[in-house]
């Protein structure tokens, strides 16, 4: 299996300065179809999770452009420009490339 | 708009069996995979398993803690997706979530207690 891991697991933030979260994988999520199944999700307390990005770097319907993603290969990053009170929440990455799909164990972000 | 409702958690007792539904609405539920994702209470999130579109023959993949216990379904006429789950034990206590085209639904609570 695919193992995911974050960095760091805790972030404590300062409203409207920049957060980043770091994803590394066991293995290469470069797919056979040459697409690399990375996504990054959000999950606000007391709510489902949320898809933020897909496949590295594309923004899902809705989510604003303050969030960004970027990586190659196994080392992958969730950056949040500014930092926003609804941001709060934890972020998992998420790989579809292989089965069985796997998560990260999350990052909880708050506001310091 | 894309709209998933889950329901039929509940709670079983350990070697019990359990029905969950996801309910879809605003796409073709044919022409899209569709995902269980479970989340354990305080926990982080954990794939169940897939059901394929149509054009794959809606072939299925499982997790390894729930292959052979656990089976998903489609009925295309109720426009839902099922997840059959037998053998249950207590590790399995979880909100189950359905999900399509990135969108997640609210998620139904499966408890496994005696």
């Known amino acids: 299996d695919v193992v995911m891991t974050q960095t760091p697991l805790s972030l404590p933030v300062t409203l409207g300065q920049p957060a980043s979260i770091s994803c590394k994988s066991s293995?290469?999520?470069?797919?056979?179809?040459?697409?690399?199944?990375l996504s990054w999700l959000q999950q606000r307390p007391g709510q489902p999770p949320r898809l933020l990005i897909h496949k590295i770097s594309n923004r899902f319907s809705g989510v604003p452009d303050r969030f960004s993603g970027s990586g190659t290969g196994t080392d992958f990053t969730l950056k949040i420009s500014r930092v926003e009170a609804e941001d709060v929440g934890v972020y998992y990455c998420?790989?579809?490339?292989?089965?069985?799909?796997?998560f990260g164990p999350g990052t909880k972000v708050d506001i310091k | 708009e894309v709209q998933l409702v889950e329901s039929g958690g509940d709670l079983v007792q350990p070697g019990g069996s359990l029905r969950l539904s996801c309910a879809a609405s605003g796409f073709t539920l044919s022409d899209q995979l569709m995902d269980w994702v479970r989340q354990a209470p305080g926990k982080g999130l954990e794939w169940v398993g897939r059901s394929r579109n149509k054009a794959k023959s809606y072939t299925t993949e499982y997790a390894p803690s729930v292959k052979g216990r656990f089976t998903i379904s489609r009925d295309e006429s109720e426009n839902s997706v099922y997840l059959q789950m037998n053998s249950l034990m207590t590790e399995d206590t979880a909100v189950y979530y359905c999900?399509?085209?990135?969108?997640w639904g609210q998620g139904t609570l499966v408890t496994v207690s005696s």
């Open positions: 999900v399509a085209l990135g969108h």
């Open positions: 998420m790989q579809s490339s292989q089965y069985p799909l796997t």
């Open positions: 293995q290469s999520l470069v797919s056979a179809d040459g697409n690399t199944y």
